[in-house]
């Protein structure tokens, strides 16, 4: 087994296992509600079960997996609890990061990632993944333009489980390629860009609903069940 020696050298290994095996809960591959221990994960790895260890540590950190005592670890589950969490979070504060984004797009110049990242979905067509990562970017870009950086970060928390349940539910795929997506994407960036505050954060706020309407359907919920 070959290993680096300094604890220096050991974090990038960590970080290594760590990003494959975020890629597996996100992708689907590690399944909600799955056990893993330590030492199948090290046999896979080729590795020692100390950074496999600091990895789920890691996950365990950012919400993905449960600890177990004694036991090992657990996939953390997905169901409409969890999805109703996500969406009443990204309604509280997308709306407003969409008119603050617009509040300073009319003051400052103009960026240009978030029409990038429309057509990036566009053109991904079947690419799942391509489709995923655009539409992910473009939630997470209108936070940074609201000047919110930690806000960021909790959307990018957040848009990571719609990928996840994405990748569980195959048949969201045709959302995630709709033209309601797409046309919604472009209301909302063409609002920003104009600096419309108000019109922004509507868009983004009838999108959210949209999107979560379509996302509750596959778990068989009305949206107001959902929410109740």
Not at 17 to 26: K, M
Not at 200 to 212: G, I
């Amino acid at each position: 087994m070959l290993e680096p020696g300094g604890g220096a050298a050991k974090r990038p290994l960590t970080e290594h296992i760590h990003s494959l095996l975020r890629e597996d809960i996100l992708h689907a591959r590690l399944q909600p509600g799955q056990a893993i221990l330590e030492p199948e994960l090290a046999a896979r790895f080729g590795v020692s079960k100390t950074p496999v260890r600091e990895a789920l540590r890691l996950l365990a950190q950012e919400g993905w997996v449960i600890v177990l005592p004694r036991k090992g670890y657990l996939i953390r589950p997905l169901g409409i609890d969890d999805l109703r969490e996500v969406f009443h979070l990204r309604e509280m504060l997308e709306p407003g990061f969409a008119a603050e984004a617009a509040w300073r797009a009319a003051r400052y110049s103009s960026d240009s990632a978030l029409g990038q990242s429309v057509k990036a979905q566009r053109k991904a067509g079947k690419d799942l993944d391509l489709a995923l990562e655009s539409a992910a970017s473009f939630h997470v870009r209108i936070a940074e333009l609201g000047g919110h950086a930690r806000g960021a970060k909790i959307i990018a928390n957040l848009v990571d489980e719609v990928t996840r349940l994405h990748h569980l539910m195959p048949s969201l795929e045709a959302h995630i390629n709709s033209t309601e997506e797409l046309e919604a994407h472009e209301r909302i960036a063409d609002a920003i860009r104009a600096g419309d505050e108000e019109a922004a954060e509507q868009a983004m706020r009838e999108h959210l609903k949209a999107t979560d309407l379509a996302l509750a359907g596959v778990f068989g919920v009305s949206r107001r069940r959902a929410q109740s």
